[in-house]
């Protein structure tokens, strides 16, 4: 049987006792624990527009993929809106907020890749 007195997580031990939360831990870093919404509607909206003019300027070389990044982009932004107008409890608020975002910059990632892949693969031509 264990003795909770000695347990270094149990309730009885005092604050100075307990384990201080490891910093560099990614659950513990105050953007995801802490904070407003705004602190990743402004980078995600920021990253939005440089996307959506990347976007413009590709479409001298192709249409459809850059509508696809434009379109991807606004929806991911739209959805990162609502995430953050749906929950009062900051941390899941802030997690959810933090995988919008990294969808949002994996699909623009992944609509520049293809957009690069198709010009080389297909030629300057198309």
Not at 14 to 29: F, K
Not at 81 to 94: E, G, I
């Amino acid at each position: 049987m264990v003795d909770k007195r000695t347990d270094p997580h149990g309730p009885v031990q005092v604050p100075d006792r307990q384990p201080r939360p490891d910093s560099t831990d990614l659950a513990n870093q105050s953007g995801l624990r802490h904070g407003s919404a705004s602190r990743w509607l402004v980078p995600s909206a920021v990253l939005a527009a440089v996307v959506t003019l990347l976007c413009v300027w590709a479409m001298r070389l192709q249409l459809a993929l850059p509508i696809v990044g434009i379109v991807w982009v606004i929806v991911a932004w739209i959805m990162m809106l609502v995430a953050a107008r749906s929950s009062t409890d900051a941390p899941l608020r802030n997690r959810r907020l933090a995988i919008a975002m990294g969808i949002m910059a994996v699909g623009a990632l992944g609509v520049f890749v293809a957009i690069y892949l198709v010009q080389t693969v297909a030629g300057p031509g198309l």
